[in-house]
């Protein structure tokens, strides 16, 4: 009876001890996932660089009677003579804008861009009021072209397709230089041109704060008359000038701001 008796109570300070220790052990905490990461936006300022090629369309009058008019005297050229030229070359520039996307998929945004530009080209034009194979060189330069401008764009998750358009400016060289009756001359006058541009592209951002792009942009200055001055003889005088510009280019950019 009392073996009975001494393992009962063994066995109760057992289970009492148990108890204790049990009590003692911390309870886990439940598993919680992690957080989601936010939705990306294409909400943010933003600043980079873009470089591309560009060619243009210049149609200048009159060279012919600018030179032949100066030199000879007026009144001697007939008719009208237009010096088409296809300036092409580099353009490499900056951006920095703002975009804010709404309706879950649609963005707008604001941009200022400048490039500068290595655009040039040139034609030959004949002098028929002077001596035989009289002739002059009729040049276009394009050094720059700021814009500022609005875009409407559509998100695809990281993917923006966009238009954009707005107001333009072009910083132009002029030049026509040749002999005409033995008398050299060295016409040449400077440009700044306001007018319009639209475009379009493709936006990437391949990180929170990275994105790629490549885009089309036209722009249109219509015609403008352009001064000249003859930096041999000292003679002035006018041209008209039509242009327009295609460039495409590959931009960078960096993204701050975005929520």
């Given at each position: 009876?009392?073996?009975?008796?001494?393992?009962?109570?063994?066995?109760?300070?057992?289970?009492?001890a148990?108890?204790?220790?049990?009590?003692?052990?911390?309870?886990?905490?439940p598993?919680?996932?992690?957080?989601p990461?936010?939705?990306?936006?294409?909400?943010?300022?933003?600043?980079?660089?873009?470089?591309?090629?560009?060619?243009?369309?210049?149609?200048?009058?009159?060279?012919?009677?600018?030179?032949?008019?100066?030199?000879?005297?007026?009144?001697?050229?007939v008719?009208?003579?237009?010096?088409?030229?296809?300036?092409s070359?580099?353009?490499?520039?900056?951006q920095?804008?703002?975009?804010?996307?709404?309706?879950s998929?649609?963005?707008?945004?604001?941009?200022?861009?400048?490039?500068?530009?290595?655009?040039?080209?040139?034609a030959?034009?004949?002098?028929?009021?002077?001596?035989?194979?009289?002739q002059?060189?009729?040049?276009a330069?394009?050094?720059?072209?700021?814009?500022?401008?609005?875009?409407?764009?559509?998100?695809?998750?990281?993917?923006?397709?966009?238009?954009?358009?707005?107001?333009?400016?072009?910083?132009?060289?002029?030049?026509?230089?040749?002999?005409?009756?033995?008398?050299?001359?060295?016409?040449?006058?400077?440009?700044?041109?306001?007018?319009?541009?639209?475009?379009?592209?493709?936006?990437?951002?391949?990180?929170?704060?990275?994105?790629?792009s490549?885009?089309?942009?036209?722009?249109?200055?219509?015609?403008?008359?352009?001064?000249?001055?003859?930096?041999?003889?000292?003679?002035?005088?006018?041209?008209?000038?039509?242009?327009?510009?295609?460039?495409?280019k590959?931009?960078?950019?960096?993204?701050?701001?975005?929520?």
């Amino acid at each position: 009876m009392r073996k009975a008796l001494l393992a009962t109570g063994a066995i109760s300070l057992s289970s009492i001890a148990g108890s204790a220790l049990a009590a003692d052990m911390p309870i886990g905490a439940p598993w919680k996932a992690p957080p989601p990461a936010p939705a990306f936006t294409w909400t943010s300022c933003y600043f980079g660089a873009h470089v591309g090629g560009g060619w243009a369309q210049n149609n200048i009058t009159d060279p012919v009677q600018l030179a032949q008019d100066s030199i000879i005297g007026p009144g001697t050229t007939v008719g009208v003579t237009t010096a088409s030229i296809s300036p092409s070359g580099i353009v490499v520039g900056g951006q920095i804008g703002c975009d804010y996307q709404f309706a879950s998929n649609w963005v707008i945004g604001v941009e200022g861009a400048a490039s500068g530009s290595t655009m040039k080209g040139s034609a030959i034009v004949g002098l028929p009021a002077g001596f035989a194979g009289d002739q002059a060189t009729v040049s276009a330069r394009t050094d720059f072209i700021p814009s500022v401008t609005a875009r409407l764009g559509y998100a695809i998750d990281h993917m923006l397709l966009y238009a954009k358009g707005g107001v333009a400016w072009a910083s132009d060289k002029y030049s026509v230089a040749g002999t005409l009756t033995g008398v050299s001359f060295d016409f040449e006058g400077l440009d700044v041109r306001t007018g319009w541009t639209a475009g379009g592209g493709i936006e990437w951002a391949f990180s929170r704060d990275w994105s790629a792009s490549v885009e089309y942009d036209y722009y249109s200055f219509g015609t403008g008359t352009v001064l000249m001055s003859d930096n041999i003889n000292g003679f002035t005088g006018s041209l008209n000038a039509k242009q327009s510009i295609q460039i495409v280019k590959a931009g960078l950019n960096f993204h701050v701001w975005s929520w």
